[in-house]
T-cell receptor, first 117, second 116 residues
C-alpha cells in the first residue's frame, strides 16, 4: 500500500477482554515497529521486527502484551486481559531497513486508539 | 534519568520569525542518531530531520535545521520563517547504537503555536 495502514482506528473494549491490533506496513519494508503513545506524551517503544523475526521486545510492558509478524509483512499486537491503563494510541511504523547508522525515514501509521472501560 | 529532555512544554512564535526548540539527550554510546518529528493536531507523525553522531555538519532540510552541539549533548531544532502550518507538537528522539533501526526514544514534546 501507499502508507502504513492500521486497523481498527478506534477500539473500545471492556476491562478483561483481549484485543488485537493490526498493522500493514509499506510494501517491501523490512522493519516494523510498535509504539504506544499516551495523551500528551511522546511515543514509547514497544517492540520491533526485521522480516518475521522479533528483534527486540524490551518495551512490552508485561506478558499480557505480545506481537507477531509471521510472514514478514502484516503484524498483530495482542493485548490480553486488557486493563484501563492500557488505554492509549498504538502506533505502528515501518522502515526500508534497520541496519546502519541511519535506517532512513521511519513511516508511521495513523494509529489505533484503544479505550478500555 | 531522562534520555531525551525537552524543557519547553509550549512555545509561541510570530509568523515569519525563527524559533528554536530545545532538546538535550543523554547517552554513553559513541554512535547514535537524533531525530525530530512533527505531530499536527491530526495525529500523524511527520519526520523532519536527522543528525548522526558522527556527522560534522549540522543537518538542514529546507526551513528546518538542527543545531547539534555534541559536547553539550544538545540537538535543538531551528525553524526559520515560521508559518501558520508549523503549529504542532514537536518531538525530539534518539536512537542509541548502530543497529537499532527505528527503535527510538522520544522526548515529551514541545507544542509550538505560530501567531499570525
Amino acid at each position: 500500500g501507499a502508507g502504513v495502514s492500521q486497523s481498527p482506528r478506534y477500539k473500545v473494549t471492556k476491562r478483561g477482554q483481549d484485543v488485537a491490533l493490526r498493522c500493514d506496513p509499506i510494501s517491501g519494508h523490512v522493519s516494523l515497529y510498535w509504539y504506544r503513545q499516551a495523551l500528551g506524551q511522546g511515543p514509547e517503544f514497544l517492540t520491533y521486527f526485521n522480516y518475521e523475526a522479533q528483534q527486540d521486545k524490551s518495551g512490552l510492558p508485561n506478558d499480557r502484551f505480545s506481537a507477531e509478524r509471521p510472514e514478514g509483512s502484516i503484524s498483530t499486537l495482542t493485548i490480553q486481559r486488557t486493563e484501563q491503563r492500557d488505554s492509549a494510541m498504538y502506533r505502528c511504523a515501518s522502515s526500508l531497513t534497520a541496519s546502519g547508522i541511519n535506517p532512513g525515514e521511519l513511516f508511521f501509521g495513523e494509529g489505533s486508539r484503544l479505550t478500555v472501560l | 534519568a531522562q534520555k531525551i529532555t525537552q524543557t519547553q512544554p509550549g512555545m509561541f512564535v510570530q509568523e515569519k520569525e525563527a524559533v528554536t526548540l530545545d532538546c538535550t539527550y543523554d547517552t554513553s554510546d559513541q554512535s547514535y542518531g537524533l531525530f525530530w518529528y512533527k505531530q499536527p493536531s491530526s495525529g500523524e507523525m511527520i519526520f523532519l530531520i536527522y543528525q548522526g553522531s558522527y556527522d560534522e555538519q549540522n543537518a538542514t532540510e529546507g526551513r528546518y535545521s538542527l543545531n547539534f552541539q555534541k559536547a553539550r549533548k544538545s540537538a535543538n531544532l531551528v525553524i526559520s520563517a515560521s508559518q501558520l502550518g508549523d503549529s504542532a507538537m514537536y518531538f525530539c528522539a534518539m536512537r542509541e547504537g548502530y543497529n537499532q533501526g527505528g527503535k527510538l526514544i522520544f522526548g515529551q514534546g514541545t507544542e509550538l503555536s505560530v501567531k499570525p
